[in-house]
C-alpha cells in the first residue's frame, strides 16, 4: 500500500501543482478550472500560497532528494516579498497575481497557515529568515489575539491590529466570536513551530489551544466538536462537521506521538471524537457534514483527512473495521474524485467532476495540494 500511494502521490498529483508555477510574477498560479484551464490573473490567496509553501517542504523533507526545494524557495519568496507586511508582522489575506494587496485584514487562520509553512520550510532548508517571520508572527498571535478575558483567541482584525467582527471562517453565521477550524489550524502551526523551534513558551500554546479543543469547544461527551461559539463560548450552529472533527482526531493524536505526552484526557478525546465521526459521517464514503445536500456526494479534502484518521484508528485499536473502512475509501477516492484525465489532479469533489458551470476548480483558493499531499505522507510515514 504503501508503494501505491508513492507512485499515486508522485506521478499523479505532484505533477499537476508543479505546472503551476508562475515564473513572470512569483508563487503559484491562483484558479485552475475543472477542465485544466489556468486563469492568470486570478488572485492569490495567503492559504493557498502557504499551502504551496507547506506542500513543497514537505515533500522536501520526506524524499531529502532536491526535487522539490526549488518549489517551495519560489513559494517562500513570494510569500515573505508580496503577502508579508514588516510593520504589522502580518501577512494580507488577499493579492494580486502581481503581489498587490486586495483584501489587508489580519485573519488568524491564515496566520497560523504562514506559520505551518515557514515552520516546515525552515525544517526543510534551516532558512533562519523563515524561521525569524515564523516566530515573528507567532508573537503577534499570542499578543494581539489571544484574548486572556474570554480565554480564546480573536479571529479577525484590520489591518492595523484592530478587532473586527469574525466573517472569514464564520460560514455566514451570526455572532460568532470564535471558531474550531483557527483552532485546529493553529493546534498543526504550533506544534510544526515546536518541532523547528523547541521552546517552553510554544509548547504552553499548543497546550493551551489543545485545551480549549478539547475543553470549550468540545460536547461535554467528547464526541463532537462545537464549529461556532458566541463570546461565552456557547455553541450557535448544531450541524457536525465530520471532516474538522476527523481531521482533529488524527492532529490531536499526532501531538501525543511526536511530544510522548501521557495526558489520558487528550487519549481519550483524540480516539472518542475520531471514533464518533467515523459511526455518524461514514455511509461508504466520508460525509462532510450532518447539513451534507447530497449524502452521495464526496469532498477531496474530506477524503482526504479521513483516510489518516482511519489509518490512525487502525493502527491504535487493531479494530479491521477501519482498515477494511480505509481501503473503501481509498478505492472510492480513485474511482469518484481522481480525474482520469493524465494532465488533472482531484476534483473538487464527485459532483464537480461531471463540470458545469457551477463546478469548483481544480486548484482555487482553497485547493492546493495541502490535504491530499498531507494525507499521503502522513500515511506513508505511518506505514
Known amino acids: 500500500m504503501k508503494q501505491v500511494l508513492c507512485r499515486h502521490l508522485t506521478e499523479k498529483i505532484i505533477p499537476f501543482w508543479t505546472q ?210 458566541d463570546q461565552s463560548f456557547q455553541p450557535l450552529v448544531n450541524t457536525r462537521h465530520y471532516g474538522h472533527e476527523i481531521e482533529f482526531s488524527w492532529l490531536l493524536q499526532e501531538v501525543l506521538d511526536r511530544l510522548q505526552v501521557d495526558n489520558p484526557d487528550w487519549v481519550s478525546a483524540s480516539r472518542q471524537i475520531g471514533v464518533s465521526a467515523i459511526d455518524h459521517g461514514w455511509n461508504g464514503r466520508f460525509l462532510k457534514e450532518t447539513d451534507e445536500q447530497d449524502p452521495s456526494d464526496h469532498v477531496w479534502w474530506v477524503a482526504s483527512e479521513a483516510l489518516v484518521g482511519l489509518w490512525i484508528l487502525y493502527q491504535k485499536t487493531n479494530d479491521r473495521q477501519y482498515l477494511n473502512h480505509f481501503h473503501t475509501l481509498f478505492q472510492s477516492i480513485q474511482d469518484d474524485l481522481v480525474d482520469p484525465d493524465p494532465d488533472g489532479e482531484w476534483f473538487w469533489s464527485k459532483a464537480n467532476s461531471k463540470g458545469g458551470r457551477a463546478a469548483r476548480g481544480m486548484c482555487e483558493l482553497w485547493k492546493t495540494p495541502y490535504h491530499n499531499t498531507r494525507a499521503f505522507l502522513k500515511l506513508m510515514e505511518r506505514m
Open 20 to 229: 503551476l508555477l508562475d515564473k513572470e510574477a512569483g508563487g503559484f498560479f491562483g484558479f485552475v478550472s475543472c477542465d485544466k484551464q489556468i486563469d492568470q490573473e486570478a488572485p492569490k490567496g495567503l492559504v493557498q500560497q502557504a499551502r504551496f509553501l507547506w506542500s513543497f517542504s514537505a515533500l522536501e523533507n520526506h524524499f531529502k532528494n532536491h526535487q522539490y526545494q526549488p518549489y517551495a524557495d519560489h513559494a517562500f519568496q513570494f510569500l515573505k516579498n508580496h503577502l508579508y507586511q514588516k510593520e504589522t508582522e502580518a501577512f494580507h489575506w488577499l493579492v494580486t497575481r502581481k503581489g498587490k494587496p486586495i483584501e489587508t485584514r489580519i485573519i488568524t487562520y491564515g496566520q497560523c497557515f504562514a506559520i505551518y509553512a515557514l515552520s516546515e520550510y525552515y525544517l526543510s532548508t534551516q532558512n533562519q529568515e523563515a524561521l525569524d517571520l515564523a516566530m515573528a508572527s507567532y508573537r503577534r498571535i499570542e499578543e494581539k489575539a489571544f484574548d486572556p478575558i474570554r480565554g480564546g483567541y480573536i479571529e479577525e482584525f484590520d489591518s492595523a491590529w484592530n478587532e473586527t467582527p469574525c466573517d472569514a471562517l464564520s460560514d455566514h453565521h451570526s455572532n460568532v466570536a470564535f471558531t474550531a477550524n483557527t483552532m485546529i489550524h493553529m493546534l498543526e502551526a504550533i506544534l510544526n513551530l515546536h518541532r523547528a523551534f523547541p521552546d517552553e513558551r510554544i509548547k504552553k500554546t499548543l497546550y493551551r489551544v489543545i485545551g480549549l479543543l478539547t475543553g470549550p469547544l468540545m460536547d461535554p461527551s467528547k464526541s463532537r466538536l462545537w464549529m461556532y461559539v
